[in-house]
């Protein structure tokens, strides 16, 4: 690993406010008054928020997005080599997360500089802590594909993932994309719809996917949207006597009958020995 070179700045990911401006830390004020350079996924909101907060940056302040950073991200890097810091916001949250920010950290890790964070607001983590669902074990997805068939392509890959799942999806959108979730995972698999979150009409919505797809078709949904899923539900364990069925089916196929119960055990993750004998035993 290499060593910050001596004099270089550093890069800070500030979590900003996503929705209500009273959670801004005062780490995330100073920095703003502070920072050599702010790099702003969209300045108009970055102008908004410092002056909601009474803040007057000191700094200069850039637009950094999605379709910028490839060419922004070695201006940054120079920006901290020559010893000053790059304080990055984005329009709501945490950055990198599902927001520009990636590019700018790989960089400077790779020249060895440091990377730091101001922790904070995070509609992620706030959408799984009030979504009542399993917070053990999570995974976030982002938005899912717009177009239906990659949509459905990419749910029939997270059907039978266990962990609880967290999406962010559009409001015109929200309907189609919880129809399509009733569709791959089942109506009944539970999950909750995380609105406006922290807001002043902040909404939670729980139930099935077939009950929330129905909501979704039959109001106009509006604002910031988080949908969180529960994981797929343990499969019931399979008895040997459940497989001699398979087993059969392969022995008329030509199969020998050791060779098929080897096949079927080993795709189901089942006890030869034991198959071996509820085959015999049903004969």
Known sequence: MRESEPGAGRVVLAATPIGNLGDASRRLIELLEEADVIAAEDTRRLHRLV???????????????????????????????????????????????????????????????????????????????????????????????????????????????????????????????????????????????????TKTYEEVLRGTAGELADWAEGNEVRGEIAVVIGGAPEAPPVSAEDLVAAVNGLVSEGARLKDAVAAVAADAGASRRELYAAVLAAR
Not at 157 to 175: G, K
């Open 51 to 197: 002056q909601g907060l009474g803040v007057h940056p000191s700094g200069r302040v850039l637009s950094y997005h999605e379709h910028n950073e490839a060419a922004k991200t070695p201006e940054l890097v120079d920006e901290v080599r020559s010893g000053r810091t790059v304080l990055l916001v984005t329009d709501a949250g945490m950055p990198s997360v599902s927001d520009p920010g990636y590019r700018l950290v790989e960089a400077a890790v790779a020249q060895g500089f440091a990377v730091t964070a101001v922790p904070g607001p995070s509609a992620v983590l706030t959408a799984l802590a009030l979504s009542g669902l399993p917070t053990d074990r999570f995974c976030f997805e982002g938005f899912l594909p717009r177009k239906a068939g990659e949509r459905a392509a990419r749910l029939a890959e997270l059907a039978s993932e266990r962990r609880t799942l967290v999406f962010f999806e559009a409001p015109h959108r929200l309907p189609a994309m919880l129809r399509a979730v009733a569709d791959s995972f089942g109506a009944e698999r539970p999950l909750a719809v995380c609105r406006e979150l």
